[in-house]
């Protein structure tokens, strides 16, 4: 089977088919649907692990496929993401979505096993292609520019530290490296800008939930979490990081408080939770970076699970506002299990993935002695509790119901999301599963009594907080005033205003050319007719050009 498979990448499965999708029609196209992320996640685990085969290309050494335990990690989520993303969305109606959708995960695998620096980059501009066009398949032209603007903009980075990091040291080969060139913080900043790293996360927030109800669980799992990979191979320990990610968090935090749209919501949430990976890539320990990889993996399994109970909800109620929803757990009780199994996992409720993940994350940052980091992401991580555990099933799920439920969710939506379910308390529960991924979390102390204890006390404090800012947390109707209203909303009110003025200047000096225009020709037309009949000039006249000159004279002397 090594043998057999070997030279072969889960990207080209899912690539080709995502391409030949739009050949095929009813059966056939649902088969290969799922088909093709079923075998690129069984391609994941039959790839031996290894340095992978060098190419040379214009005399570089490409390594396209570099099949470490990194990749597997994220090779499997990637899989899972794509199996279930696939699952739930067979009923899905739009061809060039489901056809985008492959290339799009296609292009996440591929950079996952990518082992240069230049099949990193083609990867990741796939990566933006399918993402965009993934929007764009739900009709959305405006949101679907937006979002592809800014991954231009992280492309263009990407690829001048890139090229400067070849000119520099002469190869692609993907190393640790620090951010002390222009050329690497050049490709830091490319790296981030699709992490969704502050001030420029507005984008993950503004352009997810404008795909489909299916389209956004394939957006929640592949763009940023592939940031978070190469970070992991390339800044591993970057003193930024911590800072950068710790902000993250807190963004993520503040404003999925304060939404009332479930999937923006959800959007900011990402944020916040890809800020704990990338403190922990900021860290740099092997605990820390294997910490970093299962939390983007349990990431993916609970938000994934998430933005499928809200797409169910989206299309059963044609409504996502938590202002309009309510009693939902009486008319879609299994939708309403799937968001709370994912939400108290996003929250690290003990038995859940998150758990796991989250207290290997804090184990690494006690190891690294970062007191201050660990006492921000425990109170962050009980305050998504607010959000994720409270806020959005209370609202949402329970009270008196507001929307009414025409469509039910698909058998596959359902299956989809149970098989998620298990995916997320399987591990929880025996977190030995998720060890044999990651050796180097088998010292971190997870179902003890104490550690279980001192979370559930967190989550009861949370709760209390819940209590007590219950007016500040009510859902409202209204916009959220975010750091892209600097390029989105800014230009609209300066640009008009600018213009009026310009007018207005340009009227003005138009007044005041004529009048000096005027002054000169009847100055130039007496000059020419005193001096045609040879006429006297005036003594005042005289006497003012002759101080005038007298005047240059004098100032032309003194320089």
């Known amino acids: 089977m090594t043998e057999t498979f070997g030279p072969l990448s889960p990207a ?59 990749a597997r990690i994220f090779g499997t989520a990637f899989g899972i993401a794509a199996v279930t993303g696939a699952l739930y969305g067979i009923s899905q109606s739009s061809g060039l979505e489901k056809a985008t959708a492959l290339i799009y995960a296609g292009a996440a695998q591929g950079i996952a096993f990518a082992g240069d620096l230049v099949t990193l980059f083609v990867f990741w501009e ?28 992280g492309g263009v980075l990407l690829l001048a530290g890139i090229s400067a990091e070849i000119a520099g040291a002469g190869g692609v080969a993907m190393h640790p490296m620090r951010a002390d060139s222009i050329g690497r913080w050049l490709m830091l900043s490319g790296i981030l800008l699709n ?69 923006k919501l959800l959007s900011y949430s990402i944020v916040g939770q890809v800020g704990f990976m990338v403190v922990a890539v900021g860290v740099g320990t092997p605990l820390a970076l294997a910490a970093a990889a299962l939390h983007a993996l349990a990431h993916i399994l609970y938000k994934s699970l998430l933005m499928m109970a809200a797409g169910s909800i989206l299309r059963a109620t044609g409504e996502t506002r938590l202002s309009a929803l309510g009693g939902l757990a009486r008319s879609m009780p299994f939708t309403a299990v799937a968001m709370l199994i994912g939400g108290l996992s996003l929250a690290a409720l003990p038995l859940t993935a998150g758990f796991v993940s989250k207290s290997a994350i804090l184990a690494a940052l006690a190891e690294d002695q ?123 009110l300066v640009v008009p205003r600018w213009r009026s003025n310009l007018d207005k200047l340009r009227l003005s000096l138009s007044a005041v050319g004529e009048g000096l225009s005027q002054g000169w020709s009847a100055f130039r037309e007496e000059t020419l007719r005193r001096l045609t009949l040879a006429g006297n000039w005036p003594t005042g006249q005289i006497a003012f050009w002759a101080t005038a000159l007298l005047a240059i004279y004098v100032l032309i002397a003194a320089l």
Request: proline content about 7%; some cysteine.
């Open 195 to 263: 992490a969704g790293a502050f001030p420029l996360s507005a984008w993950v927030a503004d352009a997810y939930p404008k795909a489909s109800w299916s389209g956004a669980v394939f957006l929640s799992a592949f763009t940023t979490k592939a940031a978070v990979l190469v970070l992991i191979r390339l800044f591993p320990g970057e003193p930024a990081l911590l800072w950068i990610g710790l902000a993250m968090a807190v963004y993520g935090l503040i404003y999925a408080l304060l939404e009332n749209d479930i999937r």
């Open 370 to 492: 970062a007191r201050f980091y660990w006492f921000a992401l425990s109170a962050v991580s009980a305050g998504s509790f607010l959000y994720i555990g409270l806020k959005l099933p209370w609202f949402a799920l329970f009270g008196a119901p507001r929307a009414t439920v025409a469509l039910e969710p698909a058998t596959s939506m359902k299956a989809a999301m149970g098989l998620l379910c298990v995916l997320i308390l399987g591990p929880g529960c025996f977190p030995g599963w998720l060890m044999e991924l990651a050796p180097e979390i088998a010292g971190v102390p997870i179902l003890t009594i104490d550690h279980i204890l001192f979370q559930i006390l967190m989550l009861i404090a949370a709760s209390c907080i819940f209590v007590g800012a219950w007016p500040l947390l009510q859902p409202k109707a209204g916009f959220t005033l975010d750091v892209d209203w600097l390029w989105r909303e800014l230009p609209r």
């Open 12 to 70: 080209v499965i899912l690539i080709v088919a995502g391409l030949l999708l739009p050949l095929l029609k009813g059966g056939l196209r649902n088969g290969l649907f799922l088909a093709a992320p079923v075998a690129a996640l069984a391609l994941v685990w039959a790839l031996p692990l290894g340095p992978g085969i060098a190419i040379d290309w214009l005399g570089m050494q490409l390594v396209p496929l570099a099949p470490d335990r990194m």
């Open 126 to 153: 796939i990566l933006a292609i399918g993402s965009t066009l993934v929007i764009w398949s739900n009709g959305n032209a405006r949101a679907g520019l937006r979002y592809a603007l800014i991954h231009v903009l």
